[in-house]
């Protein structure tokens, strides 16, 4: 068996599921691997989400915050830099999700932490979730990956984490919120010393490092495709299950309510109802929208030469 750990030194979210996947492809049958990475502030969907449903769409688009779709299921989570997260790569004759979990369990032992997996892919303690688990599976390879609070903004944790304002009739998988803690709160624990417990708690579990390598010391070429499937509105927004929006405004020439229907990611059909006095203004607009991708910058650029105001407004929409 060899056992590897890589470490990744950036904190861009796209450039570190990249990695992850290219860890999966080239992982081989006698292998098992220990990934370890960091997010700046970064909402992640899962697979089969509607981000409208999970998150505030708004609030994202406004502070900043880079949105991201795993390959992975289960629910939104938000990353920043009090979080760690771990992935553990293997053949599929090595994966063990018991083994696995011994490794994270094992390593917060360390710090006189006693966490317990639960039913539901999380692992708690004193009943309160701190870690979040997702799986992948291809044809030779398993993934596991999740997330590790130590000491998370959990403000900002539920500000994004909280549905878009937005009236939405949605399909896709639903989060499911859980009370959440830091492990910094139990225990004295840096990211430093979660990483090296982590690493040795790895190596007892299964064998002495064949290999450490951070991620600096990779050619980038060899996975970009893989940054740019990331990095991508056709991966993070195209993939998005079929929803119906609705958003309203005010204008000085009337109401607008702007209805559409989303499939993978483009506009199928839209309706503006308006009690404007310009019937031919709402018509076109209407027309405009359908066959847009469901994105600001598409739908404003759709409807700048019907009308600036409108276009102006659906620009700053949290799409």
Known sequence: ????????????PRENLALEEYIMDNCREDEVWLYLWQNKDTVVIGRNQNPWRECDMDAIKRDGITLVRRPSGGGAVFHDEGNINFTFAASKQLYNLERQLGVVL????????????????????DGKKFSGNA????ANVSMQHGTLLINTDMTRLSKYLSPSKAKLSAKGVTSVR???????????????????????????????????????????ADYQPLIDKYSSWEWTLGETPQFEATFENRFSWGEVQLC?????????????????????????????????RARGEDMAAATENISAELAAWIRELPI
């Open 1 to 12: 068996m060899r056992t590897y750990y890589v470490l990744a030194e950036g904190m861009d």
């Open 106 to 125: 094992g390593a917060l032992e360390k710090f006189g932490l006693h966490a317990e997996f639960s039913g539901r892919n999380d692992i708690l303690l």
């Open 135 to 138: 799986f992948s599976h291809k």
């Open 260 to 292: 559409y229907n989303v499939k993978n990611g483009i506009i199928e059909s839209a309706r503006v109802f308006s009690d404007a006095m310009d019937a031919e203004l709402i018509a076109r607009a209407q027309e405009a929208l359908a066959g847009c």
């Open 178 to 220: 859980s009370r959440v803690c830091n492990l910094g709160d139990y225990a004295d624990i840096t990211m430093e010393s979660l990483c090296d417990a982590l690493v040795e708690a790895f190596e007892k579990e299964y064998a002495p490092l064949t290999a450490r390598i951070r991620s600096g010391e990779l050619d980038k």
